[in-house]
T-cell receptor, first 112, second 111 residues
Framework: NAGVMQNPRHLVRRRGQEARLRCSPM?????VYWYRQLPEEGLKFMVYLQKENIIDESGMPKERFSAEFPKEGPSILRIQQVVRGDSAAYFC??????????FGQGTRLTVV | GQNIDQPTEMTATEGAIVQINCTYQTSGFNGLFWYQQHAGEAPTFLSYNVLDGLEEKGRFSSFLSRSKGYSYLLLKELQMKDSASYLCAVQGGNAGNMLTFGGGTRLMVKP
């Protein structure tokens, strides 16, 4: 019973490049959430998706960030033209409903 | 708006009991979660409260008072491996029922 799988675990990008973070939810889970965690801080909600739909993106920066959860395949969080301030741990969580969410191991993005 | 407060750091002794408090002010409420997070790792679920009262699970217990917007996590018989951050999170009433997290409490257990 595989948990929430995120890849890559670590990602290094130069300023201006694109970062793609992938999240495969647990089997049977149709709800996916993305959170960002800056060093020494709590998790901040970014976006909530169900298959092929963005339900709530109130936590997403207005520019450069986008997310999708296609009918087939993992959920993708995409950051265009990365800047140093994007360096953080990005966690994905999945849920079968609207109760307990299970977190992946996270992707640690470093922008150099 | 959402506002969740918990102490930044706490220190306790191995074998002792520690209580981590969390107060919240949120626009909706569908439950309160506690997660444990070791440095560099994913948050792992500890407890969930939706009704007032105490939920006990082994060495860990969690309490909720909805009228006071208050919860606490109680850890008994502390072990060194309990050194971690403890995250209080409120599940809101909006469309996604997503979690709003506090800043986390970093607990250090000393011998």
């Amino acid at each position: 019973n595989a948990g929430v799988m995120q890849n890559p675990r670590h990602l290094v990008r130069r300023r201006g490049q694109e970062a793609r973070l992938r999240c495969s939810p647990m089997k049977g889970h149709s709800h996916v959430y993305w959170y960002r965690q800056l060093p020494e801080e709590g998790l901040k909600f970014m976006v909530y998706l169900q298959k092929e739909n963005i339900i709530d993106e109130s936590g997403m920066p207005k520019e450069r960030f986008s997310a999708e959860f296609p009918k087939e395949g993992p959920s993708i969080l995409r950051i265009q033209q990365v800047v140093r301030g994007d360096s953080a741990a990005y966690f994905c969580a999945s849920s079968p409903s609207t109760l307990e969410a299970f977190f992946g191991q996270g992707t640690r993005l470093t922008v150099v | 708006g959402q506002n969740i407060d918990q102490p930044t750091e706490m220190t306790a002794t191995e074998g002792a009991i520690v209580q981590i408090n969390c107060t919240y002010q949120t626009s909706g409420f569908n439950g309160l979660f506690w997660y444990q997070q070791h440095a560099g790792e994913a948050p792992t679920f500890l407890s969930y409260n939706v009704l007032d009262g105490l939920e006990e699970k082994g060495r860990f217990s969690s309490f909720l008072s909805r009228s006071k917007g208050y919860s606490y996590l109680l850890l008994k018989e502390l072990q060194m491996k309990d050194s971690a951050s403890y995250l209080c999170a409120v599940q809101g009433g909006n469309a996604g029922n997503m979690l709003t997290f506090g800043g986390g409490t970093r607990l250090m257990v000393k011998p």
